[in-house]
T-cell receptor
Framework: EPEVTQTPSHQVTQMGQEVILRCVPI?????FYWYRQILGQKVEFLVS????????KSEIFDDQFSVERPDGSNFTLKIRSTKLEDSAMYFC???????????FGQGTRLTVV | AQSVTQPDIHITVSEGASLELRCNYS??????LFWYVQSPGQGLQLLLK??????LVQGIKGFEAEFKRSQSSFNLRKPSVHWSDAAEYFC????????????FGSGTRLLVRP
C-alpha cells in the first residue's frame, strides 16, 4: 500500500537554528500539505501546495516557514529560525484531489531546546 | 469559517461494548467530513469519509459514521469495541468550495477496559 514517508522521525535543534523536515508524498498525488500538532493539542493546518505553489496557508505559517518541492518526489518544510514554541509533531500529507482523502505520514517530532 | 467540536475529551468503554464518539461541525454548506485515528506515537489514519450521497458511511476496522445535516453532526460508531481500538480519534471537516485545508477537532481519547 502506498504511503507518505517523513524523515527524520525525531529532530532536536537549538533555538535559532534552521531545520528542514522532509516528506516523500505518494507518487501520483498532486496536493501536498503540512500540519502540526503541539503536544496534547489538536492538529493544525499549516500550508497546502499545488502546482508548484502555495495554494493556502494559515496564520501560523509566517515568514519563518517555507515549503519546497525541489524535485519530483520530495516535499520539504523549512523553519528558518526555530523558536521554543515550534516544538511539535509535524505531519506531511498528500492527496490526489483537493480535499480528497489525505494520506498522512508518521510525523516528525521536532524538539527545540 | 468552519469549526469542529468533539465534546468528549475522554471516553472509557469495556471491551465488547458499543461506542459512539460525537462530532459537531459548523459550516454554511455541506462539508466534507472525515474521521481519523491516531495510535500513540503514530500518524493519522483515515477511518472513513463523507462527501455526499448515503449519509451512513462505512469505514475500516468495523467503524461507521452517520451524517445528520439537521444536527450538524457526524458521529462515529462501532458496535463492539476491541482493546486495539484504544487510541485518539479526530473528526475533521473540509470546505469543498473554498479551501484546501482540513479543520480538526480537539480529539477524543478512547480507553478500553478489559
Amino acid at each position: 500500500e502506498p504511503e507518505v514517508t517523513q524523515t527524520p522521525s525525531h529532530q532536536v535543534t537549538q533555538m535559532g537554528q534552521e531545520v528542514i523536515l522532509r516528506c516523500v508524498p505518494i507518487s501520483n498525488h498532486l496536493y501536498f500539505y503540512w500540519y502540526r500538532q503541539i503536544l496534547g493539542q489538536k492538529v493544525e493546518f499549516l500550508v497546502s501546495f499545488y502546482n508548484n505553489e502555495i495554494s493556502e496557508k494559515s496564520e501560523i505559517f509566517d515568514d519563518q516557514f517555507s515549503v519546497e518541492r525541489p524535485d519530483g518526489s520530495n516535499f520539504t518544510l523549512k523553519i528558518r529560525s526555530t523558536k521554543l514554541e515550534d516544538s511539535a509533531m509535524y505531519f506531511c500529507a498528500s492527496s490526489d484531489r483537493r480535499l480528497a482523502e489525505a494520506f498522512f505520514g508518521q510525523g516528525t517530532r521536532l524538539t527545540v531546546v | 469559517a468552519q469549526s469542529v467540536t468533539q465534546p468528549d475529551i475522554h471516553i472509557t468503554v469495556s471491551e465488547g461494548a458499543s461506542l459512539e464518539l460525537r462530532c459537531n461541525y459548523s459550516y454554511g454548506a455541506t462539508p466534507y467530513l472525515f474521521w481519523y485515528v491516531q495510535s500513540p506515537g503514530q500518524g493519522l489514519q483515515l477511518l472513513l469519509k463523507y462527501f455526499s450521497g448515503d449519509t451512513l458511511v462505512q469505514g475500516i476496522k468495523g467503524f461507521e459514521a452517520e451524517f445528520k445535516r439537521s444536527q450538524s453532526s457526524f458521529n462515529l460508531r462501532k458496535p463492539s469495541v476491541h482493546w486495539s481500538d484504544a487510541a485518539e480519534y479526530f473528526c475533521a471537516v473540509g470546505a469543498p468550495d473554498s479551501s484546501y485545508k482540513l479543520i480538526f477537532g480537539s480529539g477524543t481519547r478512547l480507553l478500553v477496559r478489559p
